[in-house]
């Protein structure tokens, strides 16, 4: 991953001794124990992080392989683009990451997120990739040098991920799709109406593949918790619905992702 200075927005170098970064400018950025950076000067906001409860209820959703039909999608859309490095965009704890790099064998990978406490999961997790402390949406990109960018429903402008694509770069889109967690919408609002089908429209892209993804989870009341506290429908949630939810909640729940395949020209 091609990296600008936070400062300064000049390139930041590789410092062989120390695998820290620099600038021109002389503004150094040393790597924690772990591996990765952190690139966001000063104080973190605590409201960045999760708790460590919610971390290791995510952590064991995601190993338990919930949500293995979705990695198996992305990587049959990449698998025919040849080795490259695939920057994650709001990463987390780096799940993504490192399923697909079991898939894609030969390819670079790295993350970037806010919060510190998932990226040093990541990184712990993979050390191999490279991950950074930064915000996803001002990512400390180079301009026009990633191979491919992953964005999951990630409110990032169209003109930001074309400035940091190289020429001929891939972008894989990830957004919910018309019936996602569509058992906890109709909980909570049972009046829900399904919207109509809508594909993103990325302009300065070309589009080359595009394909739904959808399959259901088996719940029981623990993972009915879990999606309450990680969707963002739960969080909308007053105690009532989310304890007659969690009690008495449907045993299915349907997952439903976009996904689409673009390509900036060269």
């Known amino acids: 991953m091609h990296l600008q200075c936070p400062r300064c927005r000049h390139p930041l170098h590789l410092h062989q001794a120390s695998k820290g970064r620099y600038c021109d400018n002389k503004h150094h950025f040393d ?23 919610l971390m290791r209820a995510k952590r064991h959703f995601l190993e338990q392989g919930h949500m293995q039909p979705l990695v198996d999608a992305m990587a049959g859309l990449l698998t025919p683009l040849g080795e490259r490095e695939l920057i994650h965009l709001d990463c987390g704890e780096g799940y993504y990451c ?23 999961a990541a990184s712990k997790a993979q050390p191999e990739a490279s991950f950074v402390i930064a915000d996803p949406a001002r990512a ?11 964005v999951n429903d990630l409110r990032v402008k169209t003109e930001q991920l074309h400035e940091w694509l ?7 889109h990830l957004q919910p799709g018309p019936r996602h967690q569509w058992q906890l919408r109709v909980s909570l609002n049972p009046v829900s109406m399904e919207h109509p089908l809508s594909w993103p429209a990325l302009a300065g892209f070309d589009q080359l593949a595009q394909q739904r993804c959808q399959f259901s989870l088996t719940l029981d009341q623990k993972l009915r918790g879990f999606v309450l506290e990680t969707s963002r429908l739960g969080w909308r949630a007053d105690a009532e619905q989310r304890h007659r939810f969690i009690q008495q909640g449907p045993e299915q729940l349907e997952q439903d992702l976009l996904l689409s395949l673009w390509q900036k020209p060269r």
């Open 98 to 120: 490192r399923a697909l790099a079991e898939r894609l064998p030969g390819w670079g990978f790295a993350g970037v997120d806010l919060a510190k406490n998932a990226v040093f």
């Open 166 to 172: 190289a020429p001929g770069g891939y972008l894989l």
């Open 140 to 150: 400390p990109i180079m301009p026009g040098t990633a191979q491919l960018l992953l």
């Open 31 to 53: 790597p924690a124990p772990e591996g990765y950076l952190d690139l966001i000067p000063g104080k973190k906001n605590p409201k960045d992080s999760d708790s460590r409860a």
